[in-house]
């Protein structure tokens, strides 16, 4: 076996660690026996859909849990999320009296130093990594949903908790579903194993019909305005192909065993441009080109354009076949999933939640980590219109948010508006993607 054969198995092996069970670490949750009880004690910090999603599927699992902390930006959106969590059959495992409500930008740190075992943090991506980095201070175990930064500052920061996560043994689960879903974990063993021969070429989509714009009211200020419509600003969500592609891009390296080590794209913004919807900083499509070690190619699309073409999913080119990695194989060996494939998301924290019930923890953190810098790779390629190399922008890539740690509601925002209300907009050709 050669080196790189060796590391792509290390790789492999530890990246479906969680997924498969193969690699838990046989050490005592702090959560299966906190405070002399078996009940698991659990945090939402980021209250829109998916983390009263997150939530949600976090009760609908077999453990005992209780939801006893929540906070958000928007007070108002922790209250309503909690009104919704409250009804039907998991009311009794919802104990957070108006005093574990928290609101504002800082209001995470109350919420995390409650009595708690287990952290949900689901809020924009800017705001994890310091988020993350609290919850692993004072030993959490922690749920984050993906991405998990929205620039290489914040993918540096999250590396280095992880590794803090590591040393105390704490659990990290990464809202990358795919790694939990049989159908994708079946194809994918077998597209290692051989089924196609070698990868030779991947394409991977998600070209959708567009998102959300949530419009400014009198009395909102700069910062609240740009928190609440994260989606639009990069600083925030790291744009479509981080928050929504990402999911495809991972399961691409994780075919590949490996991340790329170069990437070059384009872009642009066609329709992002009627109305208050202009007054946005993201791109409405992108194509990437991201290189592997070995030369190999990985093709991207991200789309958000109404009346267009639509696909989300991934295809494999091998040399003996190709390969849909949701589950199906064509070629010398033809082979389809016929298995039982749950929900992803909530499949995940079934898998989270019986692993800590039993005294034992995974870390996703690292993959989680990589995954959404391929995504960021890409961004500052189709940002920037040139070809970027890996560690080039993972050690000098621009912050997007300086002093994030401290901003409130009320600092001026990193990014804003000119005179005519809209807000700047990366020209490739002129956008640096490196620190001056």
């Known amino acids: 076996?050669?080196?790189?054969?060796?590391?792509?198995?290390?790789?492999?092996?530890?990246?479906?660690?969680?997924?498969?069970?193969?690699?838990?670490?046989?050490?005592?949750?702090?959560?299966?026996?906190?405070?002399?009880?078996?009940?698991?004690?659990?945090?939402?910090?980021?209250?829109?859909?998916?983390?009263?999603?997150?939530?949600?599927?976090?009760?609908?699992?077999?453990?005992?849990?209780?939801?006893?902390?929540?906070?958000?930006?928007?007070?108002?959106?922790?209250?309503?999320?909690?009104?919704?969590?409250?009804k039907g059959d998991n009311k009794d495992k919802v104990d957070v009296p108006d005093e574990r409500i928290f609101g504002g930008l800082d209001g995470y740190k109350k919420a995390i130093d409650t009595d708690c075992d287990l952290v949900i943090i689901a809020t924009p991506p800017g705001y994890k990594p310091q988020q993350f980095e609290y919850a692993v201070s004072k030993?959490?175990?922690?749920?984050?949903?993906?991405?998990?930064?929205?620039?290489?500052?914040?993918?540096?920061?999250?590396?280095?908790?992880?590794?803090?996560?590591k040393k105390k043994k704490l659990m990290v689960g990464i809202g990358l579903q795919r790694r939990h879903e049989p159908r994708y974990m079946e194809t994918i063993d077998r597209i290692h194993d051989g089924a196609i021969g070698d990868v030779i070429a991947q394409r991977v989509y998600w070209n959708g019909g567009g998102i959300w714009y949530r419009n400014r009211t009198p009395d909102m200020s700069e910062m609240q305005f740009q928190t609440n419509n994260w989606y639009h600003f990069n600083w925030l969500s790291g744009d479509q192909i981080c928050e929504q592609h990402i999911h495809n891009l991972d399961v691409g390296c994780?075919?590949?065993?490996?991340?790329?080590?170069?990437?070059?794209?384009?872009?642009?913004?066609?329709?992002?441009?009627?109305?208050?919807?202009?007054k946005s900083q993201i791109f409405d499509h992108t194509f990437c080109e991201y290189t592997f070690s070995d030369g190999t190619k990985m093709f991207s699309q991200g789309r958000h354009l109404r009346g267009a073409w639509n696909k989300v999913g991934e295809a494999v080119h091998g040399t003996k076949g190709t390969a849909d990695p949701s589950g199906s194989i064509a070629g010398e060996?033809?082979?389809?999933?016929?298995?039982?494939?749950?929900?992803?998301?909530?499949?995940?924290?079934?898998?989270?939640?019986?692993?800590?019930?039993?005294?034992?923890?995974?870390?996703?953190?690292?993959?989680?980590?990589?995954?959404?810098?391929?995504?960021?790779?890409?961004?500052?390629?189709?940002?920037?219109?040139?070809?970027?190399?890996?560690?080039?922008?993972?050690?000098?890539?621009?912050?997007?948010?300086?002093?994030?740690?401290?901003?409130?509601?009320?600092?001026?925002?990193?990014?804003?508006?000119?005179?005519?209300?809209?807000?700047?907009?990366?020209?490739?050709?002129?956008?640096?993607?490196?620190?001056a």
Request: hydrophobic share 35%.
């Open 1 to 86: 076996m050669t080196q790189n054969d060796s590391d792509r198995r290390t790789f492999l092996k530890t990246s479906t660690a969680a997924a498969a069970g193969a690699a838990l670490t046989s050490t005592i949750a702090k959560t299966a026996h906190a405070a002399g009880s078996d009940t698991i004690r659990f945090v939402l910090i980021g209250c829109g859909g998916r983390g009263s999603g997150a939530a949600a599927q976090i009760m609908n699992t077999k453990g005992n849990v209780k939801l006893v902390a929540a906070a958000d930006p928007f007070e108002a959106k922790a209250k309503s999320a909690l009104k919704r969590l409250s």
């Open 139 to 165: 030993g959490r175990h922690v749920f984050m949903e993906k991405p998990v930064a929205a620039d290489a500052v914040g993918v540096r920061r999250v590396l280095d908790a992880v590794e803090e996560s």
């Open 254 to 278: 994780w075919v590949k065993g490996e991340y790329p080590v170069e990437c070059n794209g384009m872009g642009g913004r066609e329709r992002r441009m009627d109305g208050d919807a202009s």
């Open 333 to 435: 060996t033809s082979w389809k999933f016929t298995g039982n494939s749950p929900n992803g998301h909530q499949q995940e924290q079934h898998d989270l939640i019986e692993a800590l019930m039993r005294g034992e923890i995974y870390n996703e953190g690292e993959y989680g980590a990589k995954s959404t810098f391929t995504a960021i790779l890409g961004r500052e390629a189709c940002y920037s219109g040139k070809v970027i190399k890996w560690d080039d922008l993972l050690t000098r890539g621009r912050e997007l948010a300086p002093g994030i740690d401290n901003y409130t509601l009320d600092t001026p925002p990193p990014v804003l508006p000119g005179e005519d209300g809209l807000y700047p907009v990366p020209v490739p050709g002129e956008y640096n993607p490196f620190e």
